[in-house]
């Protein structure tokens, strides 16, 4: 009886004991989380003040449209509810007057005018001319009619679309303006006249003088990083350093030493003359020759080693198993050992092609005005004209193209490299 009733008698403690440990297992698990948090929180905040966060800003700084509603808040309060036909009423017409008068000399309207310039030529003068007159003898009848006989262009529709167009916080002007485009005076978007877009061949100029820079450098890399993986530790090591060699000079005292070798007096000319080649001396400096011979040596080590770090992994017994099984030496090569060197072909390639896209010294220096990239636009917008519009609109479409690459790169490349590794 006694053993009976025990059994029927469920142990009090085991429930307990069972939650207690889960919520102990939850515990730990939670303080393994935070521990690894705050390991990688240095590094992540890190990344993002000093990645994400001029990114941001910089994607922000291509829409940001902050002149006018600065200059003229009373008038864009005003025009917020225009229906941009006809004319304004004559509420706008008194806010501009105002905003005018209290703005006259400053900084503020100084930028408005030159942001309304940028899309109609006069926008500068009519607005200063007007801001000047106001503030000289200010208008005691109504605005409309004071501010039409003063200027007959604010008696046009069009100009006050333009002004409420601009007073928006954002603005797609400097994106459009970077891809050739603009709005017309009924804000569709149309092509830039014929003369004034000159972004897209140089966007075009850009992708191809890249993408030739990346084709000589896989051309001449290749055979190098080949050599390097095959010869004896010793011997490779001393070929590498050559290869690092460059990576300790810089890069301007480098295109500075190829105007000096390339320029007409220079040492290859006076070599190939010497030896009879030529009787006159090449141009090989200032146009697009020299910036394509001085890129390919400046990113060439960027080609090989990838391409080494991949072939020092592959392992010369197949090639000789290919051979042994009657495969033509060359197309072993093709077939079989060609195929495993991809990944390293392709990360040399996508790592080239994206440091050529951004090049600005060498073009700058060695290259004539059709040898200009991006970024040299992207330099004269940020010291020259200090348009901060233009210089981020054309970065964001350069980061646009580059992440578009990088994406298209991990499609095509970066699943066969793990399908790879995982067989």
Not at 125 to 145: D, F, H, V, Y
């Amino acid at each position: 009886m006694s053993s009976i009733a025990m059994a029927d008698t469920p142990p009090p403690a085991l429930p307990v004991q069972t939650t207690s440990l889960k919520a102990q297992l939850r515990r730990a698990e939670r303080l393994k989380k935070l521990r690894y948090g705050a390991l990688i929180a240095p590094l992540a905040l890190f990344l993002i003040f000093t990645f994400l966060w001029p990114i941001i800003g910089l994607l922000n700084k291509a829409v940001d449209n902050p002149e006018v509603h600065t200059a003229l808040p009373a008038t864009t309060k005003a025009l917020a509810g225009w229906s941009q036909q006809g004319l304004p009423d004559e509420a706008a017409y008194a806010a501009l007057q105002a905003d005018l008068i209290q703005a006259k000399g400053s900084e503020e309207l100084a930028a408005a005018a030159k942001r309304l310039n940028m899309e109609r030529t006069g926008m500068r003068s009519l607005i200063m001319n007007s801001a000047r007159k106001l503030a000289a003898e200010p208008p005691t009848g109504p605005a409309k009619a004071a501010l039409i006989e003063m200027d007959a262009r604010w008696g046009e529709s069009d100009t006050w679309q333009l002004v409420a167009r601009n007073a928006r916080a954002h603005t797609d002007h400097y994106l459009l303006t970077a891809l050739d485009l603009r709005r017309d005076e009924a804000g569709h978007i149309v092509g830039a006249p014929e003369g004034e877009g000159v972004f897209l061949d140089v966007f075009g100029r850009t992708l191809w003088m890249s993408f030739v820079v990346t084709l000589c450098c896989c051309v001449l890399g290749f055979p190098v990083a080949y050599l390097l993986a095959r010869l004896p530790a010793r011997t490779s090591n001393l070929l590498m350093i050559c290869v690092l060699l460059p990576f300790w000079t810089s890069i301007l005292v480098r295109v500075a030493a190829w105007i000096v070798i390339l320029q007409d007096g220079g040492l290859v000319n006076q070599a190939l003359m010497a030896l009879g080649v030529i009787d006159q001396p090449l141009h090989l400096v200032f146009n697009r020759i020299g910036v394509y011979i001085s890129m390919v040596h400046i990113l060439l080590p960027f080609m090989i080693l990838p391409l080494y770090s991949v072939m020092k992994g592959i392992s010369p017994v197949y090639l000789r198993a290919a051979v042994s099984l009657g495969c033509p030496p060359f197309k072993s090569f093709w077939k079989v050992y060609f195929p495993m060197t991809v990944p390293g072909l392709a990360a040399g390639g996508i790592l080239v092609f994206i440091l050529s896209i951004g090049y600005y010294i060498t073009p700058a220096l060695l290259g004539g005005p059709k040898e200009q990239m991006v970024s040299y636009f992207v330099a004269f917008y940020t010291n020259e004209t200090i348009n901060w519009g233009m210089a981020a609109a054309l970065s964001a479409l350069l980061l646009v193209a580059i992440s578009v690459l990088y994406t298209v790169y991990n499609r095509l490349v970066g699943n066969t490299t793990f399908a790879a590794k995982s067989r």
